[in-house]
Each structure stands twice: as structure tokens, then as C-alpha cells.
């Protein structure tokens, strides 16, 4: 019995040295220390044995017993060891070279832009006002002065939602205006940025398109006011302290009188060339771009909404917020900023 556990010794001894893995020795650990493993039987079979043998003969299987139970303890930490040598030598990192950023994006050159202006017109003391993409007609036409069969509907060329009576994508921002004088009295100092929708689709023009809307109502508002107010919106967002601003009489429905509002040459300083007397192409050489629309708000709007217009008068501005970035970033199609091409996208 004596050397039948010897042997097992030197067995497993010699059998856990040439293990290569922690798989192999949980094997052998089953196989000579398991419950049905080699060891027990010899445990079992004790009981046959006389009391002197049971001694020696058990004692000798119980130190043989825990000897490999170490060894196997000891051969288990050492394949570990192994494994982290393993991972040191392929998986080593030098923490002394520089790393590498990980690429972060950032929001839309537009969504920029009309934080910059809402910061403008806080300055001024305008708050934001909102109002819905898809729009009722009695708020983007009726309310504005254009009721059904005005001529000046075909002004704009617009999206009406199929199988929805009298709604279509708002065609400029100036509904807001009225949903906001609806809900309050004078005076008002407004701003309502956003999308805005129309039939146009060229380099310049898009079916979907940004604009801003200005309005501000109070008593004695007059021109002046709303000169003031754009000629140091646009010497601000063009970050040119010598712009400066013209109106020329238009005709939109909703103020009178209306205006197109122009700015000199923010490229050309309204030289019409750049200083080095190369022609700017940006202005076409007459130092005037044309920016948007303007005017006195039409005492029937103010009427429209419940306001006294022998005591209230206003102004209202509506701008397109695309082509001021294009003017100021020098951008030269629309398209650019809807296709997510990260090589324009990531300049700004
Ligand atoms: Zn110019």
C-alpha cells in the first residue's frame, strides 16, 4: 500500500510538471485528490487494512495528500505568472507617448449661429420666442394680412399638408409673431429663430431653409428704432463695427411701409474691392449686400390681435439666417450645410 501511494506521488508529481495549462492541472487534481479520484480509494480502502497499517499507512496518505494538494496550489499561481508575463511582453504600453484625442463631434455651424444671434438680441433686451414648423393658415397667412386670394400668397410658394384643411410648413417665421401677441399685451421685444419651408431649390435656395423673425411693439416705435436695432445686429454678427445699414421701399403684406434691407460689404467694407483693389466678387463690386425684409408692422396685424394701433406701433424684420452664414463664412452653396460632410462640417 505504501509504495502503490509513493508511485501515485511521483505520478502526479511528475504528470503536474508537464502540465501546460490550468485545464491539465484541474484534470489531475480530479483525477488523484477528486472524491472518486485515486486518493479517496485508497482511503476507502483503509478499512480493510489491520489498526497499526490504518496508522501509517493512513497518515502517510493524508501528508502525501496535502503535499500535492500544494504542489498543485503552487503550479496553479505559477501558470498565472506565466499568463501575466504573456500579457506583459504583447500588451505593453509605453505611457510616454503622447496620446492620441479621441475625436469629438460638436454642434451644426447653423445651430451655432443662432445661438450667437439669440446672445445678440438678448444684449438688446429681445427674449426668444417659438412657435410650430407645421403652421395653421389662420397664423401663416390670415393673421398676417394675406387672407385667401391675396394676390401676395403667390409671394411665397408653399408646402400645404395633404389631407389637412388650411395647414401647411410655416413659409416664414413671422407666425410666431402673432402667437405671441395673441398670448400677450404691449410691449413686446421679440425673436423667433427657426426652420422655414418653401418650393425653392437652387445654390442659394433651399426647399427648407433658417430664418430670423424680429419684432418690437410698443408705443413710439418708430424707424429709427428699427434701423438702430439692425444696424448693430449686423455690425455684430458680422463682427465689423463699420457696417452700415439702407432701406429701400418693398412690399411685404404684413408691414407698411415695407423694406429690403441692405448691409455694406462686410468682404469689401462697401469699397466694392479689397484692399489690394482685386474686384469683390462677394457684393459684385457695389459694396451692397442685400440681407432681408423689414417694416412697420400693418395696424391690421396689430388689430388682428387685439392691440390699439392709434396707440401701438412696431416693427418687424425677417432675415435669412443661411445666407448671413454664407456672407460671413464665404460659403458658396446651401447644400453644404445639410449634406454632413465632415470635411466642411468640422472647419466650424
Ligand atoms: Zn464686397
Redesign the pocket.
Given at each position: 500500500m505504501k509504495s502503490r501511494i509513493e508511485s501515485l506521488k511521483s505520478q502526479a508529481l511528475t504528470a503536474l510538471k508537464a502540465a501546460k495549462s490550468e485545464a491539465e492541472v484541474r484534470d489531475l487534481e480530479v483525477k488523484y485528490l477528486g472524491r472518486n479520484g485515486a486518493f479517496n480509494e485508497i482511503m476507502k480502502s483503509l478499512k480493510d487494512l489491520s489498526d497499526d497499517e490504518k496508522r501509517t499507512v493512513g497518515k502517510l496518505a493524508n501528508e502525501t495528500k496535502s503535499e500535492l494538494e500544494t504542489a498543485i496550489l503552487k503550479k496553479y499561481s505559477e501558470l498565472e505568472m506565466a499568463a501575466f508575463d504573456v500579457i506583459a511582453e504583447k500588451e505593453w504600453i509605453d505611457v510616454t507617448v503622447p496620446g492620441v484625442k479621441p475625436s469629438v463631434g460638436h454642434r451644426h455651424l447653423i445651430s451655432k449661429f443662432i445661438d450667437d444671434l439669440e446672445v445678440v438680441f438678448g444684449r438688446m433686451g429681445f427674449a426668444v420666442a417659438e412657435g410650430p414648423d407645421i403652421e395653421q393658415e389662420h397664423y401663416n397667412f390670415n393673421q398676417l394680412n394675406m387672407p385667401e386670394d391675396h394676390p401676395s400668397r403667390d409671394m411665397q410658394d408653399t408646402f400645404w399638408v395633404k389631407n389637412l384643411k388650411r395647414v401647411a410648413l410655416r413659409s416664414q417665421t413671422s407666425p410666431v409673431q402673432i402667437r405671441y401677441m395673441e398670448a400677450h399685451e404691449p410691449p413686446v421685444r421679440i425673436i423667433s429663430m427657426g426652420k422655414t419651408f418653401r418650393r425653392d431649390n437652387d445654390a442659394t435656395h433651399s426647399p427648407m431653409f433658417h430664418q430670423i423673425e424680429g419684432l418690437m411693439v410698443d408705443t413710439d416705435i418708430s424707424i429709427a428704432n428699427l434701423k438702430a436695432v439692425l444696424t448693430h445686429f449686423l455690425q455684430q454678427v458680422f463682427e465689423d463695427p463699420s457696417i452700415k445699414t439702407r432701406f429701400r421701399t418693398s412690399y411685404f403684406p404684413f408691414v407698411e411701409p415695407g423694406m429690403e434691407v441692405d448691409c455694406t460689404?462686410p468682404?469689401?467694407h462697401?469699397?466694392?474691392k479689397l484692399s489690394d483693389g482685386v474686384p469683390?466678387k462677394?457684393?459684385k463690386?457695389c459694396?451692397w449686400?442685400e440681407i432681408g425684409g423689414a417694416g412697420m408692422v400693418h395696424p391690421k396685424v396689430l388689430e388682428n390681435v387685439g392691440y390699439d394701433s392709434k396707440k401701438y406701433t412696431g416693427f418687424a424684420f425677417g432675415f435669412g439666417i443661411d445666407r448671413m452664414i454664407m456672407i460671413k463664412y464665404r460659403i458658396n452653396h446651401l447644400r453644404l450645410f445639410f449634406e454632413n460632410d465632415l470635411r466642411f462640417i468640422t472647419q466650424f
Open positions: 460689404c468682404i469689401c462697401g469699397e466694392g469683390c462677394l457684393c463690386q459694396g449686400l
